[in-house]
């Protein structure tokens, strides 16, 4: 969690969220991050069941950029209001 929008320095909090599924809705995400203009990087694995196709989705308020293997799926980063985007991704179990 940064406390600007570019990830500039070094994060202000580090955290294992067990799930990514937050409305803050102007409430700090936690101690020293601001409640407006901050950047969360998130990392993690997916272990799908199957070898197939799958959508994932982003729903994000003010950008939002979703990676797979480094390869960029959805860059939408720009202030907007809420907005779902999704992308395919062929997946292996």
Do not use: C, M
């Not at 500039?8 to 409430?27: A, C, E, K, M, Y």
């Not at 799926?73 to 179990?93: C, H, K, N």
């Amino acid at each position: 969690y940064y406390d600007n929008r570019e990830f500039n320095g070094g994060p202000l909090l580090t955290r294992v969220d067990s799930q990514i599924n937050f409305d803050w809705s102007f409430v700090s995400p936690g101690p020293g991050v601001p409640s407006a203009n901050f950047a969360v990087r998130w990392s993690g694995q997916i272990k799908p069941r199957f070898d197939e196709l799958y959508t994932l989705f982003l729903r994000v308020d003010d950008g939002g950029r979703l990676f797979v293997d480094g390869k960029l799926l959805i860059d939408r980063w720009f202030d907007q209001g809420p907005t779902e985007y999704s992308a395919v991704v062929a997946l292996d179990s």
